[in-house]
T-cell receptor
Framework: EPEVTQTPSHQVTQMGQEVILRCVPI?????FYWYRQILGQKVEFLVS????????KSEIFDDQFSVERPDGSNFTLKIRSTKLEDSAMYFC???????????????FGDGTRLSIL | GNSVTQMEGPVTLSEEAFLTINCTYT??????LFWYVQYPGEGLQLLLK?????DKGSNKGFEATYRKETTSFHLEKGSVQVSDSAVYFC??????????FGSGTQLTVLP
């Protein structure tokens, strides 16, 4: 079964440094997402991406965050100047096209654990 | 805005016991509802879904019925196994595509 893959599985970065988290969505999916889960807290939506642009974003997704689909397969999340509070598990997800009422499920990767020192 | 309230954990059961994990939601319109499961060291896997009122989602012996009158989507399984030990997340998708998650319920099944 096709799956979403994320690299690296664990990233350790000094505060203030830039970090790029990488994802390869399922190949025929058209919608891409990033979520994060701070330890002990809920999974929170960050951003969704469709047709090479952001379609929705949360208040968490401020100017230090950006997303990109640099080629036909990768989907990246960049954090420009990391802060201690950015430490979390970051999940990438993708879904097929289809109307919103059709309940297209999102398929998740195994996540990247980001630790900011 | 949308919100999901999930039964607090952790939940510990003996093998073959009956499982219920409560989930209620607040949303405008007609959301789609999902249960995801996270096994240790792995990502979120879709367990089941329901897209309209009175739909029943089912998979691997788990079931949940979309109850609009009580705004609930409780997860049930008649006989749990040790391999069901995981964290279970209730989630909804409203008019936007983003998922809103509950806080997760840790289930441990003892042999």
């Amino acid at each position: 079964e096709p799956e979403v893959t994320q690299t690296p599985s664990h990233q350790v970065t000094q505060m203030g440094q830039e970090v790029i988290l990488r994802c390869v969505p399922i190949s025929n999916h058209l919608y891409f997402y990033w979520y994060r889960q701070i330890l002990g807290q809920k999974v929170e939506f960050l951003v969704s991406f469709y047709n090479n642009e952001i379609s929705e974003k949360s208040e968490i997704f401020d100017d230090q965050f950006s997303v990109e689909r640099p080629d036909g397969s990768n989907f990246t999340l960049k954090i420009r100047s990391t802060k201690l509070e950015d430490s979390a598990m970051y999940f990438c997800a993708s879904s097929e096209a289809g109307g919103r009422g059709q309940g297209q499920p999102q398929h998740f990767g195994d996540g990247t654990r980001l630790s900011i020192l | 805005g949308n919100s999901v309230t999930q039964m607090e954990g952790p939940v510990t059961l003996s093998e073959e016991a009956f499982l219920t994990i409560n989930c209620t939601y607040t949303a405008t319109g007609y959301p789609s509802l999902f249960w995801y499961v996270q096994y240790p060291g792995e990502g979120l896997q879709l367990l089941l879904k329901a897209t309209k009122a009175d739909d029943k989602g089912s998979n691997k012996g788990f079931e949940a019925t979309y109850r609009k009158e009580t705004t609930s989507f409780h997860l049930e399984k008649g006989s749990v196994q040790v391999s069901d030990s995981a964290v279970y997340f209730c989630a909804l998708r409203g008019s936007a595509r983003q998922l809103t998650f509950g806080s997760g319920t840790q289930l441990t099944v003892l042999p």
